[in-house]
């Protein structure tokens, strides 16, 4: 199954005291075993890096950790296509209709996993929290 992830399933995986880090790391532990398929942007891991090298994670740990996600997972495009489909698709939100368009056009995306799900209102792949993603799919 391939599943797109939105940023905070990668800070959920990596801060234990998130609510949703047993679920986003069963999920991401199931891409490495090869269970489901993880698509993500770098854009995502460009926001990743932002995120926890402003709250004290060291570069060091930052690359290996983004090292480690692109072996697991493919990385899909945002550029003038996803770009232009994203201005013109009438979302609220400019970041999130991008990450939506990027799977779009990424293909055969089965669902999107995010702590946001108002962010991906419309879409016409399915939405999870990462709860609801294992306990409907793991």
């Known amino acids: 199954?391939?599943?797109?992830?939105d940023t905070?399933?990668?800070?959920?995986?990596?801060?234990?005291?998130?609510?949703?880090?047993?679920?986003?790391?069963?999920?991401i532990d199931s891409t490495e075993s090869r269970q489901l398929e993880m698509v993500i942007t770098g854009l995502r891991l460009v926001n990743l890096h932002y995120t926890l090298a402003r709250t004290g994670?060291?570069?060091?740990?930052?690359?290996?950790?983004?090292g480690e996600?692109?072996?697991a997972c493919e990385v899909a495009s945002t550029d003038m296509p996803q770009l232009q489909?994203?201005?013109?698709?009438?979302?609220?939100?400019?970041?999130?209709?991008?990450?939506?368009?990027?799977?779009?056009?990424?293909?055969?995306?089965?669902?999107?996993?995010?702590?946001?799900r108002k962010g991906f209102k419309g879409s016409r792949i399915p939405v999870f929290t990462p709860d609801a993603f294992v306990a409907e799919h793991l």
Request: net charge neutral; glycine share 4%.
């Open 69 to 71: 996600t692109l072996s």
């Open 85 to 116: 489909a994203a201005v013109t698709g009438g979302w609220d939100d400019f970041e999130d209709a991008v990450q939506y368009q990027a799977a779009l056009f990424a293909g055969r995306i089965q669902a999107i996993i995010t702590n946001d």
């Open 57 to 66: 994670y060291s570069r060091k740990m930052i690359r290996n950790f983004i």
């Open 8 to 27: 905070n399933i990668l800070l959920d995986y990596l801060q234990q005291d998130r609510s949703s880090h047993k679920a986003s790391a069963l999920i």
């Open 1 to 5: 199954m391939r599943i797109f992830l």
